[in-house]
């Protein structure tokens, strides 16, 4: 399977609820490479990084988010998965 990697903007009530603390739990389960990042403008930024098929699913959890959030939009934008650095971080 190829290797793919986006970078995502999170918008909607995705700070103080989690988000960044669950979506690196669930990063590390699924083996994804990259990090999320809370921006000024009260959205979550994100990279991410693995198997097209294990980048789907964090994908998808990414338009839930953890119990407490409401997620309104998630943009995308494919990057190169070379640029991505090995494991996920939580950048502050």
Do not use: H
Request: proline share 3%; net charge positive.
């Amino acid at each position: 399977m190829a290797r793919v990697a986006y970078r995502l903007r999170v918008y909607g009530k995705v700070q103080g609820v989690f988000y960044r603390a669950s979506m690196k739990e669930v990063a590390d389960r699924l083996g994804v490479d990259g990090y999320v990042r809370n921006m000024d403008d009260g959205s979550v930024e994100a990279v991410v990084a693995g198997e097209e098929e294990t980048v789907r699913k964090i994908l998808e959890w990414c338009r839930r988010g953890p119990p407490l959030a409401s997620v309104t939009r998630v943009e995308t934008e494919e990057i190169t998965p070379e640029s991505v650095e090995k494991g996920f971080r939580i950048r502050y």
